[in-house]
């Protein structure tokens, strides 16, 4: 299983980022996916979650609204737009697969690459 997060840079408030993960090694299908953050002194967590089918999604509440999650299992990738961005969004973003995803939370990260770095800042 391997998973490549892109998409990273520095974005000014306010302003929109898109992340993508491409995944190999697998069929993207078999897993619930998600995105988690880290930032310095702080546990990773899940920012936004989708099931395999794409038919249910998880965000946190400092994102709700703001980022969309989406997957395109053909294509083996996830996706997320990130919009009215805010310097409390900044951090190394990293593409999961997970164990026991809901709608309540997106569960633990069971694969996961390397991550790409969002700095929100003016």
């Given at each position: 299983?391997?998973?490549?997060?892109?998409?990273g840079?520095?974005?000014?408030?306010?302003?929109?980022?898109?992340?993508?993960?491409?995944?190999?090694?697998?069929?993207?299908?078999?897993?619930?996916?998600?995105?988690?953050?880290?930032?310095?002194?702080?546990?990773?967590?899940?920012?936004?979650?989708?099931?395999?089918?794409?038919?249910?999604?998880?965000?946190?509440?400092?994102?709700?609204?703001?980022?969309?999650?989406?997957?395109?299992?053909?294509?083996?990738?996830?996706?997320?737009?990130?919009?009215?961005?805010?310097?409390?969004?900044?951090?190394?973003?990293?593409?999961?697969?997970?164990?026991?995803?809901?709608?309540?939370?997106?569960?633990?990260?069971?694969?996961?690459?390397?991550?790409?770095?969002?700095t929100?800042?003016?």
């Open positions: 299983v391997q998973l490549q997060a892109s998409g840079g520095v974005v000014e408030p306010g302003g929109s980022a898109r992340l993508s993960c491409e995944a190999s090694g697998f069929t993207l299908d078999t897993y619930d996916m998600g995105w988690f953050r880290k930032v310095p002194r702080q546990e990773r967590e899940g920012v936004s979650c989708i099931d395999r089918n794409g038919w249910n999604t998880y965000y946190d509440r400092a994102v709700e609204g703001r980022f969309t999650v989406s997957r395109d299992n053909a294509k083996n990738m996830l996706t997320l737009q990130m919009n009215a961005l805010q310097p409390e969004d900044t951090g190394v973003y990293y593409c999961a697969t997970l164990y026991g995803f809901s709608v309540w939370g997106c569960g633990s990260m069971h694969h996961w690459g390397k991550g790409t770095l969002v929100v800042s003016s």
